[in-house]
């Protein structure tokens, strides 16, 4: 096998752990965000898609002749971001959770669009369609946390002002 072949496969593989972590990541997360129920809804749909990626990797991976070992040490790089999101403080959870997992995402959409053009370099188009797909869904994720990242901070706000300091506020 060429080299450029081997790292397309060692990349997926990669990847692969990745969507393994990102879906321990977002259930983690979205366990502890009861009082933001839109964005644990999302955080827990977007684990679901974290889950079926990594199936189509995997898939990838085999139809390469390669095969997922047990445990992966590349997922080194997002540990960083993913210890943000596993940490995170009961009283800011939500705005922690949406800029842990928006940090993640771009890891992962940066990921996925060095895979669709080493893919579509060894000419796999069968893999750099999976990682089309993947990375159109990674971006949906990222534009709409952005999109959640006003409405998210300032529920935490007015949440930890309370209602009599929200109240005075809104007084003249």
């Not at 997926?12 to 972590?21: I, W």
């Not at 390669?66 to 790089?77: D, Y």
């Not at 999976?130 to 990375?135: G, K, Q, S, T």
Request: negative net charge; charged residues 20%.
């Amino acid at each position: 096998m060429k080299a450029s072949e081997q790292n397309l496969t060692d990349w997926l593989r990669e990847a692969h752990a990745m969507e393994e972590h990102a879906e321990r990541m977002l259930t983690g997360a979205a366990a502890r965000l009861g009082h933001c129920p839109r964005l644990q809804e999302r955080l827990q749909l977007h684990a679901c898609e974290s889950r079926q990626q990594g199936r189509l990797l995997r898939e990838c991976i085999e139809r390469r002749g390669g095969s997922v070992p047990w445990a992966m040490p590349a997922v080194a790089l997002a540990e960083p971001v993913a210890q943000c999101a596993s940490g995170l403080r009961v009283s800011d959870a939500g705005a922690e959770a949406v800029l842990s997992v928006y940090a993640f995402k771009h890891l992962e959409i940066g990921s996925y669009r060095m895979l669709q053009s080493g893919a579509h370099q060894v000419g796999d188009t069968q893999t750099q369609q999976v990682c089309e797909r993947i990375l159109a869904q990674e971006r949906a994720m990222a534009d709409w946390l952005f999109g959640q990242i006003p409405a998210i901070t300032q529920e935490f706000l007015q949440h930890a002002d309370g209602p009599a300091e929200t109240a005075h506020q809104a007084a003249p």
